[in-house]
């Protein structure tokens, strides 16, 4: 791929356009972690800069997500101490590794697998992060500190909502709320988010609102923080790391693909997971928040007319410029108005056209989908997105089962014959049955193929092996078994057509020769032709 450098006018402004986009929502990501605005801001320009420079999808605009965000609440929580500071370096621990395992699944060339991860599931897995959001700034809307972070305590203290509201904090977040979602449906000449943060964090300070404000962010640049381990928390610190680099890699190939699908060009997966990594492990020991490809601060930076690496990286350089020269604006902004701004984005994360089929899709696959919500919201979201991938890996193997098995025939000769079939002499055809094996002979069809057998009796059986594509262990142990189980009965059994692959297995677990002898396999139907009359006369 080729990586040009050189500024455009379009990267230009492209890439402001960007950043203009991200600061409010990397404010408001950084005070939901609880890490504070600037995290969100630290994270945004290291791994926005990094990722443009060292990943592998060039218009792709990398800071905080409401996803990322979501897992970095839950580490921050578990890293508080008992007096209620958090252990900062265990919390840059886990979003280092995360950015070391991100780097590990683009090195192993892992990225390509992500475009296999069903729809169901990354609908439900979706729609379930953007639940959460919802959820956990409900109590901040209304100006109540929020009983915890879990959905589920959430949902159990929704009672306490209407004797607690505080009515012009709540009206501070409702109008930021309606101004985000709203405007975009009216113009998208300009960000949302960035009018409802000035013009709310304004009328809230001509009006003398009396609202939590977010309060001073450091000045300068930030410092280098230094990881800490506690053997005691290993085991959260991997399950923790790991759920952010999967997440990570999820969220920003699927940004990609979006962003393909705009330019016309094509990403480096691997390359992209790579610069992540090295984006996030850098925002991890600035005291950052780590990030992900953002689907819509992309847009915004191709349609503004980034094409190249550099848009990402004038949009770090742009969120740096405010971290030094308008910090001291940022303490003005109430943290009611970042909360309506984060309702809007976890609205943004609910997959409306998923939801909205859901009484049309097959069972199966709606199935799936909602397994993976509730999961999300009520397990954890690795758990739902291994769940929903054995379940979808299940459903689709069922699916080819059924279609292989179907697709699969033991007849006579005399009947649906092949071409290469039609001229052999008619009274060799009621000596012959002939079993046509198409498509995978994998451990879903490796019953069917067992099953079948039983309908064989007293003749000799020919296996059309041509056109199987591929062969695992399950499906040549019922190879092994079926045959057994033929010769018991007295069939001569044949085979043609076995793909150079396929033979391999059969004879690495050792079909061939001990259950089958080299000379009964034939390279093609016209060898076995050849050797029939002798065959027969048996």
Same mark, same amino acid.
């Given at each position: 791929?080729?990586?040009?450098?050189?500024?455009?006018?379009?990267?230009?402004?492209?890439?402001?356009?960007?950043?203009? !986009?991200?600061?409010?929502?990397?404010?408001?990501?950084?005070? $939901?972690?609880?890490?504070? /605005?600037?995290?969100?801001?630290?994270?945004?320009?290291?791994?926005?800069?990094?990722?443009?420079?060292?990943?592998?999808? /060039?218009?792709?605009?990398?800071?905080?997500?409401?996803?990322?965000?979501? &897992?970095?609440?839950?580490?921050?929580?578990?890293?508080?101490?008992?007096?209620?500071?958090?252990?900062?370096?265990? !919390?840059?621990?886990?979003?280092?590794?995360?950015?070391?395992?991100?780097?590990?699944?683009?090195?192993?060339?892992?990225?390509?697998?992500?475009?296999? !991860?069903?729809?169901?599931?990354?609908?439900?897995?979706?729609?379930?992060?953007? +639940?959460?959001?919802?959820?956990?700034?409900?109590?901040?809307?209304?100006?109540?500190?929020?009983?915890?972070?879990?959905?589920?305590?959430?949902?159990?203290?929704?009672?306490?909502?209407?004797?607690? &509201?505080?009515?012009?904090?709540?009206?501070?977040?409702? !109008?930021?709320?309606?101004?985000?979602?709203?405007?975009?449906?009216?113009?998208?000449?300009?960000?949302?988010?960035?009018? $409802?943060?000035?013009?709310?964090?304004?009328?809230?300070? %001509?009006?003398?609102?009396?609202?939590?404000?977010?309060?001073?962010? /450091?000045?300068?640049?930030?410092?280098?923080?230094?990881?800490?381990?506690?053997?005691?928390?290993?085991?959260?610190?991997?399950?923790?790391?790991?759920?952010?680099?999967?997440?990570?890699?999820?969220?920003?190939?699927?940004?990609?693909?979006?962003?393909?699908?705009?330019?016309?060009?094509?990403?480096?997966?691997?390359?992209?997971?790579?610069?992540?990594?090295?984006?996030?492990?850098?925002?991890?020991?600035?005291?950052?928040?780590?990030?992900?490809?953002?689907?819509?601060?992309?847009?915004?930076?191709?349609?503004?007319?980034?094409?190249?690496?550099?848009?990402?990286?004038?949009?770090?350089?742009?969120?740096?410029?405010?971290?030094?020269?308008?910090?001291?604006?940022?303490?003005?902004?109430?943290?009611?108005?970042?909360?309506?701004?984060?309702?809007?984005?976890? #609205?943004?994360?609910?997959?409306?056209?998923?939801?909205?089929?859901?009484?049309?899709?097959?069972?199966?696959?709606?199935?799936?989908? +909602?397994?993976?919500?509730?999961?999300?919201?009520?397990?954890?979201?690795?758990?739902?997105? $291994?769940?929903?991938?054995?379940?979808?890996?299940?459903?689709? +193997?069922?699916?080819?089962?059924?279609?292989?098995?179907?697709?699969?025939?033991?007849?006579?000769?005399?009947?649906?014959?092949?071409?290469?079939?039609?001229?052999?002499?008619?009274?060799?055809?009621?000596?012959?049955?002939?079993?046509?094996?198409?498509?995978?002979?994998?451990?879903?069809?490796?019953?069917?193929?067992?099953?079948?057998?039983?309908?064989?009796?007293?003749?000799?059986?020919?296996?059309?092996?041509?056109?199987?594509?591929?062969?695992?262990?399950?499906?040549?142990?019922?190879?092994?078994?079926?045959?057994?189980?033929?010769?018991?009965?007295?069939?001569?059994?044949?085979?043609?057509? #076995?793909?150079?692959?396929?033979?391999?297995?059969?004879?690495?677990?050792?079909?061939?020769?001990?259950?089958?002898?080299?000379?009964?396999?034939?390279?093609?139907?016209?060898?076995?032709?050849?050797?029939?009359?002798? %065959?027969?006369?048996?």
């Amino acid at each position: 791929m080729s990586r040009s450098f050189l500024p455009t006018r379009g990267d230009v402004f492209g890439g402001l356009s960007a950043g203009i !986009v991200a600061l409010p929502l990397c404010l408001a990501f950084g005070v $939901a972690s609880g890490l504070g /605005p600037e995290a969100g801001l630290y994270g945004a320009i290291a791994t926005g800069i990094l990722a443009a420079i060292f990943g592998g999808a /060039p218009t792709l605009i990398t800071g905080p997500t409401a996803p990322m965000t979501l &897992v970095a609440v839950t580490v921050v929580g578990a890293s508080r101490l008992p007096d209620g500071s958090i252990n900062l370096g265990q !919390v840059v621990l886990v979003f280092a590794l995360a950015g070391g395992l991100q780097m590990l699944l683009g090195v192993l060339r892992l990225g390509g697998y992500i475009r296999y !991860v069903p729809y169901p599931v990354i609908s439900g897995f979706m729609t379930g992060i953007g +639940v959460i959001i919802i959820l956990q700034q409900l109590f901040p809307i209304a100006g109540m500190q929020p009983p915890a972070s879990t959905p589920w305590h959430i949902i159990s203290n929704l009672h306490l909502l209407p004797g607690g &509201v505080v009515w012009p904090v709540a009206l501070l977040a409702l !109008v930021t709320f309606a101004i985000t979602y709203l405007l975009p449906k009216i113009t998208t000449a300009v960000p949302s988010a960035l009018v $409802a943060l000035v013009v709310v964090t304004a009328g809230s300070m %001509i009006l003398a609102i009396d609202a939590p404000r977010i309060g001073e962010i /450091p000045r300068g640049l930030p410092q280098f923080v230094v990881p800490s381990l506690d053997p005691a928390n290993l085991g959260i610190i991997i399950s923790s790391a790991v759920q952010l680099a999967v997440l990570g890699a999820i969220d920003t190939l699927l940004s990609a693909l979006m962003a393909d699908s705009l330019t016309g060009t094509q990403h480096d997966s691997n390359r992209e997971l790579i610069g992540q990594g090295i984006g996030n492990m850098a925002a991890a020991f600035i005291g950052g928040l780590p990030g992900a490809g953002a689907s819509i601060r992309s847009v915004v930076n191709i349609k503004a007319g980034g094409r190249t690496p550099l848009s990402g990286v004038i949009h770090g350089v742009f969120l740096i410029a405010v971290l030094l020269g308008l910090s001291g604006l940022v303490r003005h902004i109430p943290e009611a108005v970042l909360a309506g701004i984060l309702v809007a984005a976890g #609205l943004g994360c609910i997959d409306y056209r998923g939801v909205s089929h859901l009484a049309r899709i097959p069972r199966s696959d709606a199935v799936v989908m +909602v397994l993976v919500f509730l999961l999300t919201l009520f397990l954890g979201l690795i758990a739902a997105v $291994a769940v929903g991938l054995i379940v979808a890996s299940l459903v689709f +193997v069922k699916k080819v089962a059924d279609l292989s098995e179907r697709g699969t025939t033991v007849s006579p000769l005399a009947d649906h014959p092949w071409a290469d079939e039609l001229d052999i002499p008619d009274d060799w055809r009621e000596h012959l049955l002939v079993k046509h094996v198409e498509g995978p002979l994998f451990f879903g069809f490796a019953r069917g193929f067992s099953d079948l057998a039983s309908q064989v009796e007293g003749k000799v059986l020919v296996l059309r092996m041509d056109r199987v594509l591929l062969m695992d262990q399950s499906g040549a142990y019922a190879v092994h078994d079926a045959l057994v189980e033929l010769k018991g009965k007295g069939v001569r059994c044949l085979i043609v057509g #076995l793909p150079v692959a396929q033979r391999d297995i059969l004879e690495d677990v050792r079909v061939i020769p001990d259950v089958i002898p080299p000379e009964d396999v034939f390279d093609d139907f016209a060898s076995l032709k050849s050797a029939l009359p002798a %065959i027969i006369a048996e």
